[in-house]
């Protein structure tokens, strides 16, 4: 099994609409949760970051953590075409160096 | 304010040809990673560095070799090229102090092993 689980995808959805994008993880000792957003061809940049259970919200993007049930959400409401991009869940545990753990990342595209 | 920066973006090697792929960072973070990611597969850690001097290996080490002499800059050295090391490797860096988990990825370098 997996540390981190994600859907691949990919992803289609026409503009507007709400996406919901979810990784599980087996391993407890993640404190540390992160969704980055990688663009074809460029590097993955942080979106959202988070570490304790509960929803944050950054406008259209809101990061949701369940501790209880190991299970990570990105909700993107208002779908626009330039969100289309691989969205990668990270964790990051609670060891020396604390290495990120990386979904496999789920492929969205935003159709106009 | 450069951040992260890698060279090449883009080689063709040689089966059993060796090269080094250069990772610089200007923002005196002490960790720096490489990863390397195949399609489908997400980004797997090849090597790891929490300062200058130190180094440690990652999930896919092997074929790998790394040395961090600087605080700025972490190569990573392919030695004896071989086809499953075609893909495209990503240098990482992060403060490592407490509140500093954001890590700064450069641009990526694209290689093709034939």
């Known amino acids: 099994q997996k540390e981190v689980e994600q859907d691949p995808g990919p992803l289609s959805v026409p503009e507007g609409a709400i996406v919901s994008l979810n990784c599980t993880y087996s391993?407890?000792?993640?404190?540390?949760f992160m969704w980055y957003r990688q663009y074809s061809r460029k590097g993955p940049e942080l979106l959202m970051y988070?570490?304790?259970?509960g929803n944050k919200e950054d406008g259209r993007f809101t990061a949701q953590v369940d501790k209880s049930s190991k299970y990570i959400s990105l909700f993107i409401r208002d779908s626009q075409p330039s969100d289309s991009a691989t969205y990668l869940c990270?964790?990051?545990?609670?060891?020396?160096?604390?290495?990120?753990?990386f979904g496999s990342g789920t492929q969205l595209t935003v159709l106009p | 304010n450069a951040g992260v920066t890698q060279t090449p973006k883009f080689r063709i090697l040689k089966i059993g040809q060796s090269m080094t792929l250069q990772c610089t960072q200007d923002?005196?973070?002490?960790?720096m990673y490489w990863y390397r990611q195949d399609p489908g597969m997400g980004l797997k850690l090849i090597y790891y560095?929490?300062?200058?001097?130190?180094?440690d290996k990652g999930e896919v080490p092997n074929g790998y070799n790394v040395s961090r002499s600087t605080t700025e800059d972490f190569p990573l050295r392919l030695e004896l090229a071989a086809p499953s090391q075609t893909s495209v490797y990503f240098c990482?860096?992060?403060?490592?102090?407490?509140?500093?988990?954001?890590?700064?990825f450069g641009e990526g370098s694209w290689l093709t092993v034939v």
């Open positions: 560095s929490v300062g200058a001097g130190i180094t």
């Open positions: 988070t570490y304790s259970s």
């Open positions: 990482a860096s992060r403060h490592g102090r407490v509140g500093g988990n954001t890590i700064y």
């Open positions: 391993n407890s000792a993640f404190q540390y």
């Open positions: 990270a964790l990051i545990s609670s060891g020396s160096a604390r290495q990120l753990t």
């Open positions: 923002m005196n973070h002490n960790y």
